[in-house]
C-alpha cells in the first residue's frame, strides 16, 4: 500500500469520526454503534497494510492533521457518551437491586 492509499484510509477514518461525533451529539446511539464499527474496520485494514514507506513532507504533514481530528472527534465523542453511559450503568444498577429486593421480599410483577 502506498503513501496516498494510507492517507486516503486515514480520511476514510476522519470522515466516520465525524459522522459519529454528530451522532453522539444527536443522541443517536444506534447509528454511533454501527459507525464504530465501520471505524473499527478501516482502522483494522490501516493496521494491516500500512507500509513502513516513507511518506513525503506533505504526506506527513496531512496524516497528522488527519490524526490530530480523529483524536478531537474522539475527545469530543467520549464527553458526549460518558454521561449517557453513566446515566444507563444507574438504570441497570437501580433496577437489579429492585429485582432483588422483589426477590428477597417475595413480589412479583403483574402485567
Request: negative net charge; charged residues 35%.
Amino acid at each position: 500500500m502506498d503513501g496516498a492509499e494510507v492517507i486516503s484510509l486515514y480520511e476514510a477514518v476522519a470522515e466516520i469520526t465525524d459522522k459519529m461525533l454528530a451522532a453522539a451529539r444527536n443522541q443517536d446511539w444506534e447509528l454511533l454503534s454501527d459507525l464504530e464499527e465501520d471505524c473499527s474496520h478501516y482502522v483494522s485494514i490501516i493496521k494491516q497494510n500500512e507500509t513502513n514507506e516513507p511518506l513525503t513532507d506533505l504526506g506527513r504533514e496531512r496524516k497528522i492533521a488527519i490524526i490530530k481530528k480523529i483524536l478531537e472527534d474522539d475527545k469530543d465523542i467520549r464527553e458526549l457518551v460518558t454521561p449517557a453511559l453513566e446515566k444507563l450503568s444507574s438504570m441497570i444498577k437501580n433496577t437489579g437491586t429492585e429485582l432483588k429486593l422483589a426477590k428477597a421480599y417475595g413480589m412479583t410483577q403483574r402485567g
